[in-house]
């Protein structure tokens, strides 16, 4: 008998692809069911809002601004 | 002819909309928002005796430049999806059409009782003293009732940002938050700064909303209830947050529409809710109305009417004021107010000059703020501001509609209102965001036998279902939305077996 399961395909760059099979990695519930290839894969549905926040927050670690930089420099006082 | 009432009466049956066209009211909004050409197929029509199906084919088309062919499709499509043009087969062609009855004798009726018809009847009674009400009053009342709406949502997003804001906090930071403590533990005792920030909730929560109104918010979605410790929480969804950023028409619509659709399980008439809706586009602000001679329906409509601040009822409830809002009702497409207050600059620097608490919430939300004042308040567009709204739930497409509908209008004679340079930043930082893209899918396993795979394989491939397959350990993966078809063919496979 054929069997199936639902699943959720995500399609992504290479370079997020690794970030994500990373965090597959690390998690103690793994979540990704088959490696489609260099940019497709296929997981499990309901990790997909865990997936979004992680990469959201690896962007925010990554993003600088040089205003928001000034500022923390103000408040500490070491812009004179 | 987009959007708003016309689009809602397309979702309806025809039992529903011939109720509809059985008002007065009704066929007279719905005249007014059609389209030039529909209107103008409309008005042929009436002249033709009832129920005599026309052929349009050769009434029409004689008078119809043939590049505009496309149009008399389009306009003949929408009446007929509206139930105005009902079609007829007779023996000479198939392109016959009538008018439908109900608005067919509603709209003869008003060309010939015009005057009847064109304005609702002002209440009069002289012998009774009836408190007045000014057109300012009106106005500040149907403003705050909206905007109370509008911060009841607002305050429900605030939970979730100090939740995100908490979680993303660094180690290094750690230290600044134990002196946030401390500071915080010093505001407890001096309980005269603690104040402060109370006074300010509680103005806006001047007005509150009524229990039925915030269940009218969970179903459209806007809300999110969750119980903790049997006290219920509410928390602005994703959706909820994208409605802060529409322009009013769009919103007031799309509540209405939403308490249109639920008025049935509360013992309402729809279609009397509609007309009463639509008869109200025709009533003049600032004249008084007798709400006694109206139906149960309407009086408990007209109440919650009173709470989005669409009319002002007066305290004993008899008599009613429409509110200036109310010709937002029958216009289609959503105008230029033209008194925005956002300036904004190639460098990125933008300026909100409204005392308005909730567009300064907005504005505080996605844009760094650097200066506010009490009537002005300035800050950067930022990747990380503008990140933090499309966390919400925003679209970076959405955001630029809101900012060019609340331009200053200093900003009208530039253009594009908005300087390329930010669109296309806004757009891109999107772009960044949405590198992940999931799709719903289903993989097949452990079929009985090679063949059985292949033929399976095959007939995905050829429809285009198949996104991945793997020979050696028999698995198909395609699309979600091919999975009837898929178990379809699978089945007839097994049985052929048999």
């Known amino acids: 008998m054929v069997r199936y399961t639902k699943g959720l395909l995500l399609e992504c760059d290479p370079t997020i692809k690794k970030y994500i099979t990373k965090l597959n990695e690390e998690s103690q519930e793994k979540f990704i069911i088959h490696d489609l290839g260099p940019t497709l894969l296929l997981i499990n549905p309901s990790a997909k809002e865990m997936i979004q926040r992680k990469v959201d927050q690896l962007h925010d670690t990554n993003t600088y601004t040089k205003l928001e930089e000034m500022e923390k420099k103000i408040s500490k006082g070491n812009l004179k | ?498």
Not at chain 2, 151 to 178: A, C, F, M, P, W
Not at chain 2, 404 to 428: A, D, G, R, W
Request: net charge positive; hydrophobic share 30%; glycine share 2%.
């Open chain 2, 1 to 498: 002819m987009e959007g708003g009432i016309i689009q809602y009466l397309t979702s309806l049956n025809k039992e529903n909309l011939n109720e509809i066209y059985s008002q007065p009211f009704t066929c007279k909004t719905i005249l007014k928002i059609l389209s030039p050409l529909s209107k103008q197929y409309v008005l042929q029509l009436l002249c033709f005796p009832q129920n005599e199906p026309v052929d349009l084919q050769s009434t029409f088309l004689s008078f119809i430049k043939p590049e505009m062919k496309e149009n008399h499709q389009i306009s003949l499509n929408k009446l007929v999806e509206l139930n105005i043009f009902i079609q007829c087969y007779s023996k000479t062609s198939k392109n016959c059409y009538s008018l439908n009855p109900h608005f067919y004798q509603q709209l003869s009726q008003l060309i010939i009782n015009y005057e009847e018809f064109v304005e609702e009847k002002e209440y009069e009674n002289q012998n009774e003293i009836i408190e007045e009400v000014t057109e300012k009053q009106i106005k500040s009342k149907s403003k705050k009732q909206w905007e109370a709406i509008l911060s009841y949502l607002i305050d429900h997003v605030e939970e979730e940002e100090n939740k995100v804001e908490s979680k993303s906090q660094k180690k290094g930071e750690e230290t600044k938050t134990r002196k946030t403590r401390k500071k915080r533990k010093k505001e407890e005792e001096n309980p005269k700064v603690k104040t402060e920030p109370k006074k300010n909730r509680r103005r806006r929560h001047e007005i509150k909303l009524s229990q039925g109104f915030i269940s009218l918010l969970e179903k459209t979605g806007f809300l999110s209830k969750k119980i903790i410790k049997k006290k219920t929480r509410h928390k602005t969804t994703q959706e909820g947050f994208r409605f802060l950023f529409e322009d009013q028409h769009t919103q007031m619509w799309r509540i209405l529409l939403f308490y249109i659709d639920n008025c049935e399980e509360r013992g309402m008439v729809k279609s009397e809710v509609i007309s009463f809706l639509l008869r109200l586009s025709f009533m003049k602000f600032g004249r008084k109305y007798n709400s006694e001679t109206l139906s149960l329906t309407q009086q408990t409509f007209l109440l919650d009417l009173d709470e989005i601040g669409l009319v002002y009822l007066t305290k004993n409830s008899q008599i009613y004021y429409p509110s200036h809002i109310t010709s937002v009702l029958s216009n289609t497409a959503p105008k230029y107010s033209g008194n925005g207050h956002l300036i904004i600059e190639t460098n990125f620097r933008i300026y909100a000059k409204s005392p308005n608490q909730i567009q300064l919430q907005l504005f505080t939300w996605f844009v760094h703020s650097q200066h506010a004042l009490p009537n002005l308040a300035s800050g950067v567009l930022t990747k990380r501001s503008i990140r933090s709204v499309l966390i919400k739930g925003l679209t970076g497409e959405l955001l630029l509609k809101y900012i060019e509908h609340n331009t200053h209008p200093e900003m009208l004679c530039k253009f594009p209102v908005i300087p390329p340079t930010v669109t296309e930043q806004i757009l891109l930082w999107e772009k960044e965001r949405n590198r992940l893209s999931f799709k719903p899918c289903r993989k097949y396993f452990e079929f009985p036998s090679h063949d059985e795979y292949f033929v399976v394989k095959k007939f995905a491939e050829d429809s285009n279902f198949l996104i991945w397959s793997s020979d050696h350990d028999k698995i198909i993966i395609t699309l979600e939305s091919a999975h009837k078809q898929i178990e379809k063919f699978i089945s007839s496979l097994s049985e052929k077996r048999k």
